[in-house]
């Protein structure tokens, strides 16, 4: 027997959200950040502007709701891998290793998309400001996992695992920008 799920207020609003971000997703990705409008990401959403507006309160907001969206479906990925594969490192490196050179991980859009925001966020204090902190809570998500990969094999880091996520979140994002630059060098 199958269940049934009614479509409440609160499901209608997370499928609304969640079509939203897809569509901002297509525009985004299409036409960049500074092209896009609210207006072409609720006609190819199939809702009006009023529907982007209720769930999202600026070009910004949405911008940066489908970046945290995108970071924590990448975040999921990668901490099930961790959870399901072995720890040893023989074993576990290629699958980390294929993972990030997904499109989930290296899409050449996402990035120009991403890169586009940096700058225009980089004049725009407000944008900084919510840029930052989204910047801030991957760092959190970085900081986890590596404790929690840390605490799984019983060993303690040679290195504050705040530095060590910064690092690392550093060192994704300089290998996101040469990968633009020269796709060759990141086969």
């Known amino acids: 027997m199958t269940t049934f799920e009614p479509l409440t207020p609160e499901r209608r609003r997370a499928m609304t959200r969640r079509h939203l971000l897809d569509a901002a997703a297509i525009v985004f990705a299409r036409n960049g950040f500074h092209g896009s409008t609210l207006d072409e990401v609720a006609a190819t959403a199939g809702f009006s502007k009023g529907a982007v507006y209720s769930n999202f309160k600026s070009k910004d907001d949405l911008f940066l709701a489908l970046l945290d969206d995108r970071i924590d479906r990448q975040f999921a990925v990668v901490s099930e891998v961790l959870e399901t594969s ?30 586009e925001f940096v700058l225009y966020a980089r004049r725009n204090p407000d944008a900084q400001a919510k840029l930052a902190a989204s910047v801030q809570r991957s760092n959190a998500q970085v900081q986890q996992l590596i404790e929690h990969e840390y605490a799984t094999i019983g060993r303690s880091p040679d290195y504050p695992t705040h530095d060590l996520a910064e690092i690392s979140l550093a060192l994704f994002n300089g290998l996101g920008m040469n990968r633009l630059v020269n796709p060759s060098a990141m086969t």
């Open 86 to 115: 072995s720890h040893h490192k023989a074993e576990q490196f290629p699958r980390i290793r294929e993972i990030f050179r997904s499109d989930m991980f290296w899409s050449d859009d996402f990035l120009t998309l991403w890169l």
